[in-house]
């Protein structure tokens, strides 16, 4: 069975950008969740969606936005970049809660 | 306050020896999920192993055993007879909420473990 995979994976753009990453999850799981890491903050939740509906957010600019489709498979988008969006970002799907997490090869996305 | 605390940045091991990797939590919800997930230099997170704050027993997944104390608040990851290839970051994180609550992990600032041929 196919795990996550998560496209592209690196990613140069421009301050002032905006960029699409995207993730498809494994198959059958309906739950996908996106994390930002960096070297200074770490792992950190950006938001969740579940059968199309966004479940949690985390602590993010309004410049972090989401979705997911009808096949589970979801998009991340970033607008106007700023250089600290540099980070690797990490998807993951699950089939259902208290059920574990299986995360894609991330998007290494460096902003210039 | 952190919810989860890592407090070994770095450490070695020999192989074939085992090693412990600490993990403390802080909440207040009685319905908690603990992972350990695995990160190796190609940046995929790699899941290992998962306790539930319920699970009576503590979890295990072949070289792996999470050594589970409530009361105390910790969730150490036993690896043992170390291989190279173990060689990694490897982070602790946890789900909280009941069932519907969602999927959002919150994870520790990780620790290095390498392995020593």
């Known amino acids: 069975k196919a795990g996550v995979t998560q496209t592209p994976r690196y990613l140069i753009k421009t301050r002032g950008q905006q960029v699409t990453l995207s993730c498809s999850p494994i198959s059958g799981h309906r739950s996908v969740s996106w994390y930002q890491q960096t070297p200074g903050q770490g792992l950190q939740f950006l938001f969740e969606?579940?059968?199309?509906?966004?479940?949690n957010k985390g602590n993010f600019p309004g410049r972090f936005s989401g979705r997911q489709f009808s096949n589970s498979r979801s998009e991340m988008n970033v607008s106007t970049l700023e250089l600290g969006d540099s980070a690797l970002y990490l998807c993951a799907s699950s089939f259902s809660t208290n059920t574990e997490a299986f995360f894609g090869q991330g998007t290494r996305l460096t902003v210039v | 306050a952190q919810k989860i605390t890592q407090t070994q940045p770095g450490m070695f091991v020999q192989e074939k020896e085992a090693v412990t990797l600490d993990c403390t939590y802080d909440?207040?919800?009685?319905?908690?999920?603990l992972f350990w997930y695995k990160q190796p230099s190609s940046g995929e997170m790699i899941f290992l192993i998962y306790q539930g704050s319920y699970d009576q027993q503590n979890a295990t997944e072949g070289r792996y055993s999470l050594n589970f104390q409530k009361a105390r608040k910790s969730a150490n990851l036993v690896i043992s007879a170390s291989q190279l290839g173990d060689s990694a970051m490897y982070f602790c994180?946890?789900?909280?909420?009941?069932?519907?609550?969602?999927?959002?992990?919150?994870f520790g600032g990780g620790t290095r473990l390498m392995v020593k041929p």
């Open positions: 969606y579940f059968s199309e509906t966004q479940r």
């Open positions: 909440t207040s919800d009685p319905s908690y999920g």
């Open positions: 994180a946890m789900r909280e909420g009941p069932y519907n609550a969602g999927n959002m992990l919150t």
